[in-house]
């Protein structure tokens, strides 16, 4: 058996798999152990011809992946079709070899009958079964052996021996679940020889391992870390597109990657959270108004003292748009001198007085008071209408803030947590008969 280069083997199999039909498609796959998710929403396809490597630490997934595949586990949503058939499925069992991470061999069984154990399992008797048993306990090396018990066995010994209990019944795809753990890196060497021969005789294989130096004798690779896939390709490509030169640096840059992800969806979520609280909150808000508007015959009023400085009219057009469109809703523009005097005579309910210089101090970052008023002779008018105006307020907050980051260059992009409104509200003013009250 000789050795094949790794990057040559790599790309002479790549060439291959390019042209070869999907063996596997993984669709969607999600597999759940309670509250932990091993397998997080898999989505992969591998050819015929390749040599699959799942790269990934302990816990990463790789053994409930391959477990699932080969039909020992139920996905908890998602699909797997192996040579067309959805697994689990019996009619892809004979194309199929397994080895498992944990050894499943029968320690007080000599290598000979358990290889038979595994030919009754695939059904090969008779002359067939000495033939195949010969040949594979020769390919591992272990033909002088065939008649020694198990369990006096080498580490390295039982692991070529599981090889070939996977391979005895001739499979077309091979899954090797880290055949090369604890091995000597001799054997290590003389496993990659084997998989290189079974490759270039057809069979696919997908080999978990942890050995990042073995990637390389793979045509792609599957980088797992916390049940996902971090990235897939082919192993020259993984480092190309990261800027690093070896495996492991590649899969720390995949893996920050991820990190960065999981981080800006807790903010997105937090953003989301607050984007509710500041829409739908004044909605509320208004829906009160609407219903204590809409159980009296009367028409309230809210009357504004609107900024006129520089650059007003942009946000003068923001309140107009923002106006609650009710009938029983008047509003009125009027001057500050005149708030007090037109509460206190009851000619209007509430008030929102703009600083004149309100667009320059937001567009400064001065972070301007905008002054609320309420008549409080009749306090659930008086709450609806402290609703309405806090309502409006806060909605117009929000589009000023979405339109500084997008004036900011981040058009397109949802508002972020850090894009604050951009002025504050006073607590509401109470003013009743002439007297005034706050809070
Ligand atoms: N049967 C099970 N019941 C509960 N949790 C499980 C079960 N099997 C696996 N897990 C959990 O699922 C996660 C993935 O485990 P898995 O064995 O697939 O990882 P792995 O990548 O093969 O790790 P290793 O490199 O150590 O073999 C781990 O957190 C593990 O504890
Ligand atoms: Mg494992």
Redesign the pocket.
């Known amino acids: 058996m000789t050795e094949t280069g790794p990057e040559i083997h790599g790309e002479r199999l790549a060439q291959r798999s390019a042209n070869g039909e999907p063996v596997v498609v993984v669709k969607q796959l999600v ?1 759940e ?2 509250k ?1 998710r ?2 997080d929403n898999l989505n992969m396809v591998i050819n015929t011809g390749e040599t699959y490597g799942l790269i ?12 699932m595949m080969v039909g020992l ?1 139920r996905p908890t949503s998602g699909t797997i079709h192996i040579l067309g058939e959805k697994i689990p499925s019996h009619k892809v069992s004979p194309n199929l070899g397994y080895m498992p ?1 944990l050894s499943a061999l029968y320690l007080d069984l000599t290598a000979a009958q358990n290889m038979r154990f595994f030919c009754k399992i695939y059904g090969l008797r008779g002359k067939e079964q000495g033939k195949r048993i010969r040949e594979m306990l020769e390919r591992v090396d272990l033909a002088d052996r065939a008649n020694d018990v198990v369990s006096k066995f080498s580490g390295g010994m039982k692991q070529r021996l599981s090889l070939a209990c996977a391979l005895v019944h001739g499979p077309r795809l091979l899954m090797l ?2 055949p090369t753990v604890g091995v000597d890196p001799e054997l290590r060497r003389t496993f990659w020889q084997y998989f290189a021969q079974l490759n270039s005789e057809g069979v696919t294989i997908i080999v ?1 391992t ?1 050995h990042l130096d073995e990637a390389s004798r793979c045509t792609r690779l599957g980088l ?1 870390r916390l ?1 996902e896939l971090l990235a897939q390709d082919v192993p020259q490509d993984l480092l190309r597109n990261s800027g690093k030169d070896n495996m492991e640096e590649a899969f720390l840059y995949y893996a920050s990657r991820q990190d960065e992800e999981v981080e800006e969806e807790t903010l997105e979520k937090g953003d989301r959270r607050t984007l509710a609280l500041i829409f739908l909150v004044p909605i509320f808000m208004m829906s009160l108004l609407f219903l204590v508007l809409t159980s009296t015959s009367t028409v309230h009023t809210l009357v504004l003292v609107r900024p006129t400085g520089a650059n007003s009219n942009q946000v003068n057009a923001l309140i107009d748009k923002l106006l609650p469109a009710q009938d029983k809703l008047k509003t009125i523009n009027i001057t500050a001198g005149q708030v007090d005097s037109t509460l206190k005579n009851g000619n209007a309910d509430a008030a929102i007085i703009f600083p004149p210089d309100f667009a320059q101090q937001v567009s400064t970052g001065q972070n301007p008071t905008v002054q609320i008023k309420l008549e409080g002779s009749d306090p659930t008018v008086a709450r609806a209408m402290s609703d309405v105006a806090n309502g409006l307020t806060h909605q117009l907050g929000v589009a000023l803030a979405a339109l500084s980051a997008q004036q900011h260059g981040q058009a397109g992009q949802t508002l972020t947590i850090s894009a604050t409104i951009p002025f504050t509200v006073s607590e509401p003013e109470y003013l009743y008969g002439g007297a005034d009250y706050t809070g």
Request: glycine share 20%.
């Open positions: 597999k152990f309670g932990l091993a397998v990934g630490p302990n816990g990463s997934g790789k053994t409930t992946l391959i477990r586990s991470q679940d880290e978990s942890h797992m049940g």
